[in-house]
């Protein structure tokens, strides 16, 4: 299976970051993640959105070089590329994890 | 005259300040602000783009709650909301702030 474009460290754009984050539910998403190392996209199907919407997100998310990727037979697992985000902005995806619930949407 | 649009703190939500900042032209001016503590839009004419467009982005930044505007007469002096961003999201206005050139665009 072909792998996914995921923009190498140094082809990682703020603007595109900031964008990408820039959205209620992609912030979940990123959110949902921090919280462990590797997530099957299934426990966001609680989100209660049609799964062609999420795929749209975790694409965004994945383009602007956010979320990694990872493919296991036909399971795609996702992750946040916490350490190139910290290395090229420091301290930009602590402060937007931080952030109150009530600031979110 | 009127005073434009901008949110009190309560009302700045996240998702809409990440927006007004995943713009490299946006993410100039909110840059320029930061050097100083108050600026008429006129240093940014050398950013060589129409009036109207700058006029736009400063519009989204505003309303975002990322600047403010001080109206004196027919001229308009802007300022980053620092200590609103500050205190709604600490360390995002600096890591951003922080990021390298070579990123920004």
């Known amino acids: 299976m072909r792998t996914p474009y995921q ?7 703020l603007p595109s970051v900031l964008h ?6 992609r912030l979940k998403i ?25 795929s749209h997100h975790f694409k965004v998310l994945r383009e602007a070089g956010v979320i990694k990727v990872r493919i296991e037979g036909t399971q795609h697992f996702y992750s946040l590329r916490t350490e190139d985000l910290e290395a090229l902005f420091p301290g930009l995806l602590p402060s937007v994890l931080r952030a109150d619930e009530a600031h979110m949407e």
Do not use: F, M, W
């Open 20 to 25: 990408a984050l820039s959205d209620p539910l």
């Open 30 to 54: 990123v959110k949902g993640l921090s919280e462990t190392t590797e997530q099957y996209c299934s426990p966001y199907l609680h989100l209660n959105v049609a799964k062609s919407t999420l």
């Open 7 to 13: 923009p190498s460290r140094q082809d990682i754009k």
